[in-house]
T-cell receptor
Framework: SAVISQKPSRDICQRGTSLTIQCQVDSQVTMMFWYRQQPGQSLTLIATANQGSEATYESGFVIDKFPISRPNLTFSTLTVSNMSPEDSSIYLC??????????FGPGTRLLVL | GNSVTQMEGPVTLSEEAFLTINCTYTATGYPSLFWYVQYPGEGLQLLLKATKADDKGSNKGFEATYRKETTSFHLEKGSVQVSDSAVYFCALSDRNRDDKIIFGKGTRLHILP
């Protein structure tokens, strides 16, 4: 398994500002994923982050809005830029360990006013 | 493309009732199948998984069997408890697609004492 922590756990932000979310894993992993879970909805994959290369974004998500860093094999950040109320969501990071099993962090609850 | 369909909620049951949450999938390859659970205010936790046809995943009294012939992975529990109240997500992962997980929309379960 994997133990994943995220910071901050929650935040309330003003429109137009940016927030950087940190994800720390207790072991080295090749791939990390960032998801968004809008209120009452399922999870949507934002991007896949590999160490040493640019993140791969899913349809509907762009680097300018959600820049991602992956400086080493245990850490990643996701920035939500120029926020609007529509960005209010839970943001989760996850990693793959073992047989294709993804483990998730506790999530960052973001409210944009 | 790959997809997951699960029964819509909310599902409300009395304590000790039998639970079934239906899940069917569409996949071009040979996916692994998962059930994740999200307790109120928490992140996602892996509940159980199955990686090939006829495998049965089990955990905490929950079971699900990978049925390739019916492309299903229904979640069952013989006697639910109030503490089982949560949102349950069926998901699949295809190694041919970089382990990306596709989630169903989630089923909210309420257990009444």
């Amino acid at each position: 398994s994997a133990v994943i922590s995220q910071k901050p756990s929650r935040d309330i932000c003003q429109r137009g500002t940016s927030l950087t979310i940190q994800c720390q894993v207790d072991s080295q992993v090749t791939m990390m994923f960032w998801y968004r879970q809008q209120p009452g909805q399922s999870l949507t994959l934002i991007a896949t982050a590999n160490q040493g290369s640019e993140a791969t974004y899913e349809s509907g998500f762009v680097i300018d809005k959600f820049p991602i860093s992956r400086p080493n094999l245990t850490f990643s950040t996701l920035t939500v830029s120029n926020m609007s109320p529509e960005d209010s969501s839970i943001y989760l990071c996850s990693v793959v360990k073992g047989q294709e099993t993804q483990y998730f962090g506790p999530g960052t609850r973001l409210l944009v006013l | 493309g790959n997809s997951v369909t699960q029964m819509e909620g909310p599902v409300t049951l009395s304590e000790e009732a039998f639970l079934t949450i239906n899940c069917t999938y569409t996949a071009t390859g040979y996916p692994s199948l998962f059930w994740y659970v999200q307790y109120p205010g928490e992140g996602l936790q892996l509940l159980l998984k199955a990686t090939k046809a006829d495998d049965k995943g089990s955990n905490k009294g929950f079971e699900a069997t990978y049925r390739k012939e019916t492309t299903s992975f229904h979640l069952e529990k013989g006697s639910v408890q109030v503490s089982d109240s949560a949102v349950y997500f069926c998901a699949l992962s295809d190694r041919n697609r970089d382990d990306k997980i596709i989630f169903g929309k989630g089923t909210r379960l309420h257990i009444l004492p």
